[in-house]
């Protein structure tokens, strides 16, 4: 271990990183930038380290604004890889008087919720077909109806879920009309703030707000990519008083759902991009990894409005996605519920101790929170419970994290078999053949030593895990 550990500390020192680990903390920074506080990335030894999320966690902690305001600390979960724009996935980020909108992305408020049902598997399995039918119509084809009143839409944008129901309890259309709304009212407490952040409906799209009737074709739809609606089963539980308290018993089936703003947070995250590159300072050079923060009070604020606003719109989304399943449990099963455990985001600013705690790919973890992290469609997928843990800036991973990209899975000549990609007896359920590959489990890391990692570390601890059935993928 010592020797290869030692040469890939060179290996990251030939590539401008300055890199120490401890057996469980790496601990990073640009070479010759003494003053850049820390980022440290929790990494068990079995997990594959790569370079260039490294490289872009060091150049987070980096940032720096001409007109103030600072990087306090930067944090990665085990789950971290490099991402697209420039900004690794599984990224803390708290800062005081300054906010990066990179370092959350275009998937603004991208989440997990999840239900579970009183329901057998043996008798959800007899009628699989029936169920998948259904829900492919409503998730892909448009079969369903989720038409709002512009009224509640600009509720929804402005007050987030609470301010929907209002609305919708007067005027209910659409999906909400067949919806039990006092259940509705009584779960939105349990969502991570409510389902509630303070928006304005200008920073939507004005198809959102426009008088009348609003039909969105976006809302109530997976989104491509990982993203995912998916049946378990709930295979064991660890923490039997605290799983009781949340409603989880084993052998339950349980509805877990990763899917975010849609249309609405590229509307907000393409905008903001723009309007950040225009507001760094005339003459003052751009940050070598091109990920800008905003220093200005003003921006600063129409920001996280903007933010807020295209969060309120996850929030209904993974919503709905849910009460088209559970209108479609009721319609084959007869009176089964499906009661909300939680719903957590992973891409969101939220104030932190005087600064703001940028999340980008993590899990919030305070203390007694649920947790829920993924594993794939082929592995475990485990509900947690957060121990507030400050020095992974209350976060924990929000899966198991990418080992290998999209491409690298689908490119030819790449071992395809159905054992190889770890597909054997998965249920994938997509309308494109290629999303098998794309995102097979042998794409995800293993979730154990993930898992595990964290609990050593003080941040989780388990309380369920969740094994799968069957995968929607868009
Ligand atoms: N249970 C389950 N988990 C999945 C599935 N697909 C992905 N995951 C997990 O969900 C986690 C979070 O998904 P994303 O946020 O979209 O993935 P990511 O790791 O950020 O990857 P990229 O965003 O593609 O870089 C992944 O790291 C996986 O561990 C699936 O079909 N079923
Ligand atoms: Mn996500
Ligand atoms: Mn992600």
């Known amino acids: 271990m010592q020797p290869k550990l030692n040469r890939l500390l060179r290996a990251l020192a030939r590539e401008g990183l300055e890199v120490t ?39 987070l902690a980096a940032l720096k604004h001409p007109g103030g305001g600072e990087v306090l600390r930067v944090r990665a979960t085990p789950d971290f890889h490099p991402g697209d724009s420039g ?8 800062t005081r008087g300054l906010v990066v909108p990179g370092a959350v992305g275009t998937d603004i408020n991208c989440g997990m919720r999840l239900h579970v049902a009183d329901l057998s598997v043996e008798d959800f399995l007899s009628r699989r077909d029936d169920f998948v039918e259904r829900m492919k119509g409503h998730y892909f084809f448009g079969t369903r109806d989720v038409a709002m009143s512009s009224r509640a839409s600009t ?15 007067d005027t209910p259309l659409g ?48 989104g491509g990519g990982n993203h995912f609606v998916e049946v378990q089963r709930v295979e064991a539980v660890e923490d039997r008083a605290r799983a009781w308290a949340w409603g989880v018993r084993e ?54 409005e903007a933010e807020a606003t295209a969060a309120n719109y996850a929030f209904l989304n993974r919503l709905l996605l849910a009460e088209l399943l559970r209108q479609t ?39 007694g929170q649920p947790v829920i992290i993924p594993g794939s469609m082929g592995a475990t997928s485990f509900l947690m419970v957060g121990c507030g843990d400050a020095r992974s800036l209350e976060s924990a991973s929000h899966g198991a994290g990418r080992a290998r990209s999209r491409f690298s ?50 941040i989780v601890r388990e309380v369920a895990r969740l094994a799968p059935l069957l995968t929607f993928k868009a």
């Open 87 to 94: 900004v690794a996935i599984g990224s803390v980020l708290h």
């Open 409 to 458: 899975m689908s490119r030819g000549g790449a071992d395809h078999s159905e054992a190889a990609l770890g597909l054997s007896g998965v249920d994938c359920i997509s309308l494109r053949a290629e999303r098998r590959v794309e995102e097979a489990p042998a794409a995800y890391k293993p979730i154990r030593p993930v898992v595990d990692s964290q609990v050593e570390a003080g």
């Open 251 to 304: 052998g339950q089936l349980a509805f877990m759902i990763h899917s975010g703003s849609r249309d609405v947070g590229k509307h907000v995250g393409v905008a903001w991009r723009e309007r950040t590159r225009k507001a760094w300072p005339q003459g003052a050079p751009f940050p070598e990894s091109g990920i800008l923060p905003l220093a200005d009070e003003a921006l600063v604020a129409g920001y996280l």
């Open 175 to 222: 999906c909400a009309r067949g919806a039990d709304l006092a259940q509705l009212d009584a779960e939105v407490d349990r969502v991570h703030l409510g389902g509630a952040l303070h928006g304005n409906p200008s920073w939507a799209p004005d198809a959102l707000t426009r008088e009348g009737v609003v039909r969105d074709a976006g809302l109530a739809t997976i």
């Open 155 to 169: 509720a929804l944008l402005r007050d987030g879920l609470p301010g929907w129901l209002l609305e919708t309890l």
């Open 329 to 367: 449990l009721r319609e084959l099963f007869g009176d089964v519920e499906a009661p909300l455990v939680y719903d957590v985001p992973h891409n969101l600013t939220l104030p932190y101790e005087g600064g703001w705690l940028a999340r980008k790919g993590a899990c919030p973890a305070g203390d």
């Open 21 to 59: 680990y401890d057996g469980r903390l790496y601990s990073v920074r640009l070479l010759g930038d003494a003053n850049a506080p820390p980022a440290e990335v929790l990494l068990p030894p079995d997990l594959p380290v790569e370079g260039k999320a490294f490289q872009q966690l060091a150049h």
